[in-house]
């Protein structure tokens, strides 16, 4: 008889993948807070630094498209994880021997592919264990895990920088999680090597036989497409208390690990009340991602601080809550698919939206502000509108 979670060893398996992504955070998170003035240090200009950057981004959301449906078909969960994770954590220290921008963008876009490659199969993984655990809690304990590994790596970076002054020094420190990020996923991989088993279904059950995502999930995705329009990256934000002078320039990559550590709280308390209440609860935290573009751009410093806190909480809750909803409404066999498709929607969206804020950033920061705030209610019909679907379903 095959091997099958339990709730015992399905938390000792998000536990250890908690660890994974950890480490990998570290490394990644680290690396991606430098980039745009390791770039400007190679000579790259700040159209090619946004270039860059923009194109790593869709890439990798862009490509969990065809590795989601790879790994569905395929069922290599496993080799699929630790292909991903490869690619990405080799792109880290590679930066370090970087002579030129178009080298170090090829690494950073490599980086962006390795995560694309290998997270629709890592989701449908924790997914297995969340049918045991509950996937709000699988979810929320994982990305408070992941977020903590975000708060320490760019501190890594700030202490490597202000002891060395080299951008090489930092990405090399950062091989250090890398490698402790492949020798615990392998690790992982050999201690749960029936994660990625999919139950056979009952000879007489022919639901979404025919490979279709259910209608509830198609609403589910234009509601959190609508909700990442609205989220505006912290770049933009970071760029504003910059150029205003509302925050000293040191003050800035405190917020952000700030951030980081109240995403994970954020998790970890939505994604328990995900357990116990279901969608419902994505009403207040769509209701705190409105609150953030107001008081960020429209504020003052205090105003800025409680937005890059709630930023982060919304973060937390977005990424934790999005993750499980997918696993309680989609099927095990057409899930690794659907962790392709939901974060391309997404992914395409915060792009498109991050886009238009940045446009109507030189133009009016009410017009911006209004924007998010808009996207963000408009968000909710469609939320209700998937939850009374799948309630139906």
């Known amino acids: 008889m095959a091997k099958e979670f339990d709730k015992k060893t399905a938390l000792a398996f998000i536990i250890a993948f908690g660890f994974v992504s950890f480490f990998a955070d570290m490394a990644y998170e680290g690396m991606r807070g430098i980039t745009g003035p390791y770039l400007a240090a190679l000579g790259a200009s700040g159209t090619i630094v946004g270039i860059v950057a923009g194109t790593g981004e869709l890439t990798g959301y862009l490509l969990r498209l065809v590795t989601g449906k790879w790994a569905a078909r395929t069922g290599a969960y496993w080799a699929i994880t630790l292909f991903g994770y490869v690619i990405q954590m080799a792109a880290v220290p590679l930066l370090a021997i970087a002579g030129n921008w178009w080298l170090a963008a090829l690494f950073i876009i490599a980086e962006r592919t390795g995560k694309a490659v290998r997270a629709p199969a890592a989701s ?200 499980a909803a997918v696993a309680t409404m989609v099927p095990a066999p057409i899930r690794a698919h659907a962790y392709g498709v939901f974060p391309a929607v997404y992914g395409i969206s915060w792009f498109v939206g991050s886009a238009a804020m940045g446009a109507l950033y030189d133009v009016s920061l009410p017009a911006l502000a209004i924007l998010a705030t808009a996207a963000q209610l408009a968000a909710l019909p469609l939320l209700f509108a998937a939850m009374r679907e799948h309630h139906r379903s």
């Open 124 to 323: 449908f993984m924790k997914s297995r264990a969340g049918e045991h655990i509950g996937q709000g809690w699988a979810f929320g304990l994982h990305e408070a895990m992941d977020q903590t590994g975000a708060m320490i790596g760019p501190l890594i970076t700030a202490l490597v920088l202000a002891h060395h002054g080299e951008y090489a020094d930092a990405f090399a420190w950062l091989g250090i999680p890398a490698a402790l990020t492949l020798v615990a996923v392998v690790s992982l991989a050999m201690r749960f090597s029936y994660a990625g088993d999919v139950p056979p279904k009952p000879a007489n059950d022919t639901t979404h036989a025919d490979g279709k995502l259910p209608r509830s999930f198609w609403l589910y995705a234009a509601s959190a497409g609508l909700v990442a329009f609205g989220f505006a990256d912290y770049p933009l934000i970071a760029f504003h208390f910059a150029t205003t002078g509302l925050m000293q320039p040191a003050t800035i990559p405190v917020l952000y690990a700030i951030a980081m550590g109240t995403a994970g709280l954020g998790s970890l308390v939505f994604g328990r009340l995900y357990d116990r209440r279901g969608l419902v609860v994505l009403v207040p935290g769509i209701a705190i991602t409105a609150a953030v573009a107001p008081l960020c751009f429209l504020g003052g410093f205090g105003a800025g601080v409680a937005g890059t806190v709630l930023w982060g909480v919304a973060l937390g809750i977005h990424d934790a809550i999005m993750a």
